[in-house]
């Protein structure tokens, strides 16, 4: 974990870009930002960024890269909540710095990401400005929507039809591991291996280390969506 560089695009301007809440700050908090936020961090892929039942740390805002915020189950499966890139807010932060409690997930970064973290005390004051609420709650909603989806996912679709939509919109092929997507759809390596070789024998894809091909994108995506 680095500071970013002095020769860097000003972290500042970058992040009032991304996050307009910044810019409804009143002159004075907007004149303190400098401070506050410093020059920003620049974290490798697979940094630990928080852990569940920990006191959060702050509030991120991410300048680039990809944030991956999960929860993992008493046995051990690891469920994947969301991707926090930047313009976006953690909403499992928020909830922590709203109610002052311990963190209800995990989060790593999955390739090289800059950031600054906002201190959770000045968080927890802004909060009182009608302008920074209002563009951070606005956002907190957003958050939830797309959680709900991924409820509405679990509770209701079959894993096959998960396992068929996680394979779609990456291209023609995707290199990651069986594990990888069983702790993206909440599941374990074994039933997902199980499912890409039924549809490797139904032609719509072709496994190997590391890397699934897309053969059939069209028969997935009618599996995915049958309505």
Request: charged residues 20%.
């Amino acid at each position: 974990m680095v500071e970013l560089s002095a020769g860097a695009t000003d972290p500042l301007a970058r992040l009032q870009a991304f996050y307009p809440a910044l810019g409804a700050l009143p002159a004075a908090q907007r004149a303190e930002l400098p401070a506050l936020l410093g020059p920003g961090l620049e974290l490798p892929a697979g940094q630990l960024l928080f852990a569940e039942q920990q006191d959060c740390p702050g509030f991120p805002l991410l300048l680039s890269g990809e944030v991956q915020v999960t929860r993992r189950s008493p046995d051990g499966r690891q469920l994947e909540l969301y991707r926090l890139v930047p313009g976006e807010i953690c909403l499992m932060s928020s909830a922590s710095l709203f109610r002052g409690q311990p963190l209800a997930a995990c989060a790593r970064t999955t390739r090289e990401t800059q950031l600054c973290v906002l201190a959770p005390a000045v968080f927890q004051s802004w909060l009182a400005l009608p302008g920074f609420r209002a563009e951070v709650l606005g956002l907190y909603a957003e958050r939830m929507v797309e959680l709900m989806g991924l409820i509405d996912a679990i509770a209701f679709q079959r894993l096959d039809q998960r396992l068929a939509a996680a394979l779609l919109g990456h291209g023609p092929s995707l290199h990651l591991t069986h594990q990888t997507l069983a702790d993206q759809l909440g599941t374990v390596r074994e039933i997902v291996t199980r499912l890409l070789r039924r549809f490797e024998r139904e032609g719509w894809v072709a496994l190997s280390r590391e890397c699934i091909a897309i053969r059939d994108s069209a028969a997935l995506r009618r599996l995915a969506d049958p309505g």
